[in-house]
């Protein structure tokens, strides 16, 4: 199948991302200190908005096979970032439900049927499951939305179908896992099993709920493991409603059980507890760190992590400016700016920088950015106040270093957590803005001058998830796809993801990799098995 890219702007499919999954940081929903318009946007209004017509059905945790409230009582409140307002009240967990989720996955793992269960069997499961999915398609996508304020139509055309078309492809995967017949020195017979490795830990993060929901659930069940998996506290409802469907297509209880809550509670009680065999964790690095140390001081349990970026996108003189303008405005600002691999530093030739740069804020002005429910609108809100003042202050770090505001820079209507489409020019390497992962819609576009030096320079950081490389010349694009120190290099193209190409980072970016068949790596145990053999045929 053809690699599909993450976008209805530019066509019909998938991502990934993000570094979104806060372990530790309660949000600061509310914040103050709104701003004016300025004066440099010319982006559509938000004031309008549109009512979703989705009920949200489940709000406890899912724990063997059935909702149950949090062991303490509490619930916590999922948000609507178009205003900031309260849409539902979610079971919070604490060590207590995970102790609960994890005695239910391992119960099942140890005596249920799932690891015994033809893997024919596993497989038929995944894809009643997809089709169910599909069936809700809609319902889902205007849950996604209402929840996290990504555009209605990237959610329904392009990131629910390919929740489906990931679960196919895993689905596929689960008959065809086996080990080998390995040749030794002596009379032996020697075999290698594939086992699960049992209880999966999984936390996601809220740039992308269903995305990430499916990149770790799909791989950790086509391996026959059991799981418990935290959702972001921000974005708690999709994974409950497809975790409902999960069953409805056969699941036996406690294979898949959801708890929501935060960090330092449930998040750090997964992370550090001792009958947890294997952790998937996607957030920001900062995080990632500490999900790590909680691993490795309760039970040495290994840890796959999927972490923060900051990708260079690099365009040479011999480009279609055009072209490299529109790709450059979407490698950043797509799904808000709130995506791991977004290409945020761009770096662009000094021989077509000037036309570039007037066409990327041209661009930018015309980005319609309102209620992601209605029709052509490209950007909605940042997911909640805390990140809304994280972009805003990255944004007055940018121009207190000098880099010039071509545009945007402030917020935009009166609530919720809209951004103008933000561009700098003349930024330099040590600016706060071309260091960070802002995670927002703020551009930083960098001049450079020749091919060794650009190399340097997108390489001098201390991410390695994505970049993007924009010429005709394919000496040039050879050269750089080997010289840039990054999980994916994307050659005249971004964001083109498929549910068998591997994703994940060098560096601080993370450990592991997702999707393909590197997915299936972190899921397995491999067994050496060694028979003596007496009078053999032939060894």
Same mark, same amino acid.
């Given at each position: 199948?053809?690699?599909?890219?993450?976008?209805?702007?530019?066509?019909?499919?998938?991502?990934?991302?993000?570094?979104?999954? %806060?372990?530790?940081?309660?949000?600061?929903? /509310?914040?103050?200190? #709104?701003?004016?318009?300025?004066?440099?946007?010319? %982006?559509?209004?938000?004031?309008?908005?549109?009512?979703?017509?989705?009920?949200?059905?489940?709000?406890?945790?899912?724990?063997?096979?059935?909702?149950? @409230?949090?062991? %303490?009582?509490?619930?916590?409140?999922?948000?609507?970032?178009?205003?900031?307002?309260?849409?539902?009240?979610?079971?919070?967990?604490?060590?207590?439900?995970? /102790?609960?989720?994890?005695?239910?996955?391992?119960?099942?793992?140890?005596?249920?049927? +799932?690891?015994?269960?033809?893997?024919?069997?596993?497989?038929?499961?995944? $894809?009643?499951?997809?089709?169910?999915?599909?069936?809700?398609?809609?319902?889902?996508?205007?849950?996604?939305?209402?929840? /996290?304020?990504?555009?209605?139509?990237?959610?329904?055309?392009?990131?629910?179908?390919?929740?489906?078309?990931?679960?196919?492809?895993?689905?596929? +995967?689960?008959?065809?896992? =086996?080990?080998?017949? &390995?040749?030794?020195?002596?009379?032996? =017979?020697?075999?290698? $099993?594939?086992?699960?490795?049992?209880?999966?830990?999984?936390?996601?993060? +809220?740039?992308?709920?269903?995305?990430?929901?499916? +990149?770790?659930?799909?791989?950790?069940?086509?391996?026959?493991?059991?799981?418990?998996?935290?959702?972001?506290?921000?974005?708690?409802?999709?994974?409950?409603?497809?975790?409902?469907?999960?069953?409805?297509?056969?699941?036996?209880?406690?294979?898949?059980?959801? &708890?929501?809550?935060?960090?330092?509670?449930?998040?750090?009680?997964?992370?550090? =507890?001792?009958?947890?065999?294997?952790?998937?964790?996607?957030?920001?690095?900062?995080?990632?760190?500490?999900?790590?140390?909680?691993?490795?001081?309760?039970?040495?349990?290994?840890?796959?992590?999927?972490?923060?970026?900051?990708?260079?996108?690099?365009?040479?003189?011999?480009?279609?400016? @055009?072209?490299?303008?529109?790709?450059? =405005?979407?490698?950043?600002?797509?799904?808000?700016?709130?995506?791991?691999?977004?290409?945020?530093?761009?770096?662009?030739?000094?021989?077509?920088?000037?036309?570039?740069?007037?066409?990327?804020?041209?661009?930018?002005?015309?980005?319609?950015?309102?209620?992601?429910?209605?029709?052509?609108?490209?950007?909605?809100?940042?997911? @909640?106040?805390?990140?809304?003042?994280?972009?805003?202050?990255?944004?007055? %770090?940018?121009?207190?270093?000098?880099?010039?505001?071509?545009? !945007?820079?402030?917020?935009?209507?009166?609530?919720?957590?809209?951004?103008?489409?933000?561009?700098?020019?003349?930024?330099?390497?040590?600016?706060?803005?071309?260091?960070?992962?802002?995670?927002?819609?703020?551009?930083?576009?960098?001049?450079?001058?020749?091919? @060794?030096?650009?190399?340097?320079?997108?390489?001098?950081?201390?991410?390695?998830?994505?970049?993007?490389?924009?010429?005709?010349?394919?000496?040039?694009?050879?050269?750089?796809?080997?010289?840039?120190?990054?999980?994916?290099?994307?050659?005249?193209?971004?964001?083109?993801?498929?549910?068998?190409?591997?994703?994940?980072?060098?560096?601080?970016?993370?450990?592991?990799?997702?999707? !393909?068949?590197?997915?299936?790596?972190?899921?397995?145990?491999?067994?050496?098995?060694?028979?003596?053999?007496? /009078?053999?045929? #032939?060894?």
């Amino acid at each position: 199948m053809a690699a599909r890219r993450l976008s209805w702007l530019l066509s019909r499919s998938l991502s990934s991302h993000s570094s979104g999954a %806060s372990l530790f940081h309660s949000l600061g929903r /509310n914040s103050g200190g #709104w701003r004016n318009i300025n004066r440099f946007s010319t %982006s559509a209004a938000v004031e309008d908005l549109i009512t979703p017509q989705v009920p949200i059905r489940y709000t406890q945790h899912l724990i063997n096979g059935r909702f149950v @409230d949090a062991a %303490s009582g509490k619930t916590f409140p999922a948000y609507d970032p178009r205003t900031g307002e309260v849409i539902a009240n979610v079971a919070e967990g604490d060590a207590e439900d995970i /102790n609960r989720a994890v005695s239910a996955a391992r119960k099942a793992f140890d005596e249920g049927p +799932w690891p015994k269960m033809s893997a024919y069997e596993r497989s038929r499961i995944l $894809l009643r499951f997809a089709d169910l999915v599909e069936k809700h398609n809609d319902e889902l996508a205007a849950l996604e939305t209402w929840n /996290n304020g990504k555009p209605y139509e990237q959610a329904a055309k392009s990131e629910v179908p390919l929740f489906v078309r990931l679960f196919h492809y895993y689905a596929g +995967w689960a008959d065809k896992i =086996h080990g080998l017949t &390995v040749p030794a020195d002596g009379d032996y =017979h020697v075999q290698t $099993l594939h086992e699960p490795v049992g209880v999966a830990g999984q936390i996601i993060p +809220w740039n992308f709920p269903l995305i990430m929901f499916a +990149w770790k659930v799909g791989p950790a069940l086509a391996c026959g493991n059991t799981i418990v998996l935290k959702t972001a506290e921000q974005t708690p409802l999709t994974a409950l409603f497809v975790a409902k469907l999960f069953h409805e297509a056969g699941l036996p209880e406690g294979v898949l059980n959801v &708890v929501s809550g935060y960090g330092p509670t449930a998040g750090a009680a997964l992370a550090s =507890h001792m009958d947890v065999d294997k952790l998937a964790f996607t957030g920001s690095t900062d995080t990632g760190k500490v999900v790590l140390e909680l691993a490795a001081r309760s039970n040495l349990k290994p840890v796959t992590l999927e972490l923060g970026g900051k990708s260079p996108f690099i365009v040479f003189d011999d480009a279609d400016v @055009d072209k490299a303008v529109e790709l450059a =405005h979407f490698a950043l600002f797509f799904n808000q700016g709130q995506c791991c691999c977004a290409g945020s530093r761009t770096f662009v030739h000094e021989r077509v920088y000037d036309e570039f740069l007037e066409k990327s804020k041209k661009r930018a002005l015309r980005r319609v950015v309102g209620d992601p429910f209605k029709k052509g609108v490209e950007q909605g809100p940042q997911i @909640d106040g805390e990140q809304f003042e994280k972009v805003l202050g990255y944004i007055k %770090s940018g121009i207190e270093s000098n880099a010039t505001l071509e545009c !945007g820079g402030d917020r935009l209507g009166s609530k919720g957590f809209f951004i103008q489409p933000t561009v700098f020019s003349n930024v330099q390497d040590d600016m706060l803005i071309a260091q960070d992962e802002i995670f927002g819609p703020v551009q930083s576009i960098l001049k450079f001058k020749d091919t @060794d030096e650009v190399i340097e320079r997108a390489n001098r950081t201390r991410y390695g998830l994505a970049a993007g490389v924009f010429t005709k010349n394919v000496d040039t694009a050879n050269k750089l796809m080997r010289a840039l120190r990054a999980g994916t290099v994307w050659i005249n193209c971004f964001d083109v993801f498929d549910a068998a190409i591997p994703f994940g980072g060098y560096k601080m970016s993370g450990i592991g990799r997702e999707k !393909g068949i590197y997915s299936l790596h972190n899921y397995l145990q491999v067994k050496a098995v060694v028979t003596p053999l007496k /009078n053999p045929a #032939w060894i």
